[in-house]
């Protein structure tokens, strides 16, 4: 089974090589491209099923909205990316990633080096975007975490949502159904990109559940502001997850237990 999957992994990267490569040749000839943003997400859509990801999505991604979102993995970029075209900023290391960086490029998202000036001009190019109706992501941890608790939000990026009218979308994202998150998912520490694949190859299953909170309106907002509410509200879908599933935990225990006395009545 990993290896059908890395074979079909295989054949889909090669297949977004040849549709990059055509992306890129019309953008030098200045055709545009209107059904790019569809494209993107389709290739987001065909690799988590080449992964085996079940997705199970919760709520609606809002239209020109910068959306924010708790960052576990690389995962979060194709499990988010596959609901509606979205824009993403990355850290810059991610460029130089063979092949996947460059695709990314053409893809449009947007790299950004560290440190406060850096910032600042990335939350320029991402007021541009929203202006140009676009929805943008975000992972204002900065870093990836194991899934259990959200690290504080860095608040410069919000700045891009200062503007009157703009909307920002916090989505949680967490792995696995049971109490604990899956800890297959986690892109953490001294992890490489291909012993991190390799374990989600062999996964036999890994559940994945996004969920699009209602939009917090920026208007009047400080960017800190926007960054303590998009946390709190993250926060709490998580929270709910963990009791639903601390629960449902309980049932079966419960129906188990049941079962037992049943017959040894």
Excluded at 45 to 72: D, E, F, I, K
Excluded at 171 to 193: K, N
Aim: charged share 15%.
């Amino acid at each position: 089974m990993p290896t059908w999957r890395a074979l079909r992994l295989l054949e889909h990267v090669l297949t977004g090589a040849v549709l990059s490569a055509g992306v890129a040749s019309l953008g030098l000839a200045r055709v545009p491209r209107p059904w790019q943003p569809a494209l993107v997400c389709w290739w987001h859509r065909r690799l988590l099923r080449c992964l085996a990801l079940h997705v199970s999505q919760q709520g609606t991604p809002a239209r020109g909205a910068l959306v924010v979102a708790n960052h576990v993995s690389w995962l979060d970029i194709p499990v988010v990316g596959g609901t509606a075209p979205l824009c993403f900023v990355s850290k810059a290391e991610v460029r130089q990633w063979p092949v996947v960086g460059w695709m990314a490029a053409t893809a449009g998202t947007l790299f950004m080096q560290r440190g406060a000036h850096q910032a600042a001009e990335m939350a320029r190019c991402i007021a541009q975007q929203l202006r140009d109706g676009a929805s943008v992501v975000i992972f204002p941890e900065g870093t990836t975490s194991d899934g259990r608790a959200l690290r504080r939000f860095h608040a410069r990026l919000f700045a891009a949502a200062e503007c009157d009218g703009t909307v920002v979308q916090p989505v949680a994202i967490r792995y696995g159904h049971g109490v604990e998150p899956d800890a297959t998912a986690p892109f953490i520490g001294d992890d490489t990109l291909l012993a991190h694949l390799w374990r989600v190859l062999r996964h036999p299953a890994l559940a994945v559940t996004v969920t699009f909170l209602p939009p917090v309106d920026g208007a009047g907002a400080g960017r800190r502001q926007m960054a303590d509410a998009a946390h709190a509200a993250i926060t709490g879908q998580l929270s709910r997850q963990t009791g639903e599933a601390v629960a449902a935990e309980g049932e079966r225990f419960g129906r188990r237990t049941a079962a037992v006395l049943a017959r040894r009545a």
